[in-house]
């Protein structure tokens, strides 16, 4: 049995938690939106958003397929970028200590925001509320975020007349831009586009973005975190 939290620290992590969710949850208009932009059918990406659930996953697919890619292409690189949430599950599972069920539920809520609010905290309890209230959080509003974001993006009709066509490639570069944010990172984004552009007039629609993601990939297996060996 985990001991329970004072009332006043469970209510601040609670507040923090809803917080990050309302922050993060209403960029979901805009994958509502780029994802009917893309071709995609408000039923198809409201189901993306409460199945899928992790946005740069998200925004790959819907970016593969506006580029005019096969949709394996575009699962296959969503696939790519969620590979990290195995990784935040390996760093959680003997934090949280869930069983059984409630394991396989908290799985849906594994993303970047609930193991951040989670992984700093000093106990078991702090870790669960942390988790959970951000992750929940971040699931409501996004879910409902996306609903709003696609019903205006098939209101507005033909996305080219408002210039939104490229609105897909915008998005996923604003989702990118703030993991710029040191030297290594900088490097490999430059490869992978550099790889990304390379293949664009050989390959497949779709493929070019898959190899962009191997690059990345293959440097974090090489350097390990933060460059380290």
Same mark, same amino acid.
């Given at each position: 049995?985990?001991?329970p ?12 938690g809803?917080?990050?969710?309302i ?39 819907? *970016?593969?397929? $506006? +580029?005019? %890619?096969a949709?394996?292409?575009g699962? #296959?690189?969503?696939? @790519?970028?969620?590979? /990290? !949430? ?6 959680l ?28 905290r ?10 959970l ?20 993006g ?8 408002? *210039?939104?066509? $490229? +609105?897909? %490639? ?5 989702? #990118?831009?703030p993991? @710029?944010?040191?030297? /290594? !990172? ?24 898959l ?19």
């Amino acid at each position: 049995m985990t001991a329970p939290l004072p009332l006043a620290e469970r209510s601040g992590i609670i507040r923090d938690g809803v917080a990050v969710g309302i922050a993060t949850g209403t960029y979901g208009i805009s994958f509502g939106a780029v994802a009917v932009t893309a071709g995609l059918s408000v039923f198809q990406a409201c189901a993306l958003s409460l199945l899928v659930f992790t946005g740069a996953s998200q925004f790959a697919l819907v *970016g593969v397929i $506006a +580029a005019g %890619g096969a949709p394996i292409s575009g699962v #296959l690189t969503a696939i @790519l970028l969620g590979t /990290r !949430n195995t990784l935040y599950g390996l760093r959680l599972a003997p934090l949280l200590q869930f069983t059984g069920l409630r394991r396989a539920a908290a799985a849906q809520i594994l993303i970047d925001e609930s193991t951040a609010m989670a992984v700093n905290r000093g106990s078991t309890s702090a870790a669960r509320v942390g988790f959970l209230s951000t992750g929940l959080a971040v699931f409501v509003l996004w879910n409902a975020a996306t609903l709003a974001g696609a019903l205006a993006g098939t209101a507005i009709g033909d996305p080219r007349a408002f *210039g939104l066509d $490229a +609105a897909v %490639g915008a998005a996923f570069l604003a989702l #990118l831009w703030p993991r @710029l944010s040191d030297r /290594r !990172n900088q490097v490999v984004a430059v490869c992978a586009g550099a790889v990304a552009l390379g293949l664009v007039p050989v390959t497949a629609a779709g493929v070019p973005v898959l190899a962009a993601g191997g690059v990345a990939l293959l440097v974090g297996v090489l350097t390990g975190p933060q460059g380290e060996r």
